[in-house]
């Protein structure tokens, strides 16, 4: 079971996934050098997880089970091609009100600004399903007409009927179709051949 999902890297052969900087909110973002896709979504949904699975390097981008950990925008580039943008979570309370002021601009200002960036991974909570917040975000996301690749992540946490219901109840709050949005995880690694799938469509690459 397991072994099919890891499948997932026979479409998408990693030679080489490299950390080049991050970026706070008063720093300047690094040239526009390579097309990028970020990942966006709830502190603690498991975004940067999601990253590490993505490129096979469990320590690639700093993970934890304490929400509020990426704090700064992470630039990752892969095989020398395009980047993964690691986004810092939004929506959790209790980081200091100073710093959450500074995460929305901060994020808007990376979204609206950035040449090379080809879309956003929109990344939710398989359990919780869209928040508001998630909701605002995403109507936000579609108004700059960015393409969106939305994603259900911890799917291992749900009993297969529970996924089914959490992928037409997250559609319906987003008004999309449940097979336009990947079920993944993380653990099991469900989801990533389809996500690089998509991915790899927006920055214009195929498989090397
Ligand atoms: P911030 O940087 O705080 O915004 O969080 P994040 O969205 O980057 O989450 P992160 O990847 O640090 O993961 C948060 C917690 O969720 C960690 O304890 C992960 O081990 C766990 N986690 C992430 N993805 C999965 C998954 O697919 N399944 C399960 N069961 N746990 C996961
Ligand atoms: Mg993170």
């Known amino acids: 079971m397991m072994n099919c999902f890891l499948d997932g890297t026979k479409i998408m052969k990693i030679t080489s996934a490299e950390f080049i900087t991050s970026v706070y909110p008063k720093d300047g973002?690094?040239?526009?050098?390579?097309?990028?896709?970020?990942?966006?979504?709830?502190?603690?949904?498991?975004?940067?997880?999601?990253?590490?699975?993505?490129?096979?390097?469990?320590?690639?981008?700093?993970?934890?089970?304490?929400?509020?950990?990426t704090q700064s925008i992470n630039f990752y580039v892969v095989n020398k091609s395009f980047c993964l943008v690691d986004l810092p979570g939004y929506g959790y309370a209790k980081v200091p009100q100073q710093v959450r002021k500074q995460w929305s601009p901060f994020i808007e200002q990376y979204c609206t600004s950035r040449e090379s960036l080809r879309g956003v991974v929109a990344i939710i909570?398989?359990?919780?399903?869209?928040?508001?917040?998630?909701?605002?975000?995403?109507?936000?996301?579609?108004?700059?007409?960015?393409?969106?690749?939305?994603?259900?992540?911890k799917s291992d946490k749900l009993?297969?009927?529970?996924?089914?219901?959490?992928?037409?109840?997250?559609?319906?709050?987003?008004?999309?179709?449940?097979?336009?949005?990947?079920?993944?995880?993380?653990?099991?690694?469900?989801?990533?051949?389809?996500?690089?799938q998509e991915i790899l469509r927006l920055v214009g690459r195929t498989e090397p």
Do not use: C, M
């Open 29 to 69: 973002f690094p040239p526009d050098r390579y097309p990028e896709v970020a990942f966006a979504g709830r502190s603690n949904v498991g975004k940067s997880s999601l990253i590490n699975t993505l490129v096979n390097r469990k320590g690639l981008a700093r993970t934890s089970s304490a929400p509020g950990k």
């Open 125 to 153: 909570d398989a359990r919780v399903g869209p928040t508001p917040l998630d909701v605002s975000l995403i109507a936000w996301l579609k108004g700059l007409s960015l393409p969106i690749i939305f994603t259900l992540t």
């Open 159 to 196: 009993s297969k009927n529970k996924l089914v219901q959490a992928l037409h109840q997250t559609a319906k709050s987003l008004s999309v179709k449940p097979d336009q949005i990947v079920s993944f995880s993380s653990q099991t690694g469900e989801g990533k051949k389809r996500l690089w």
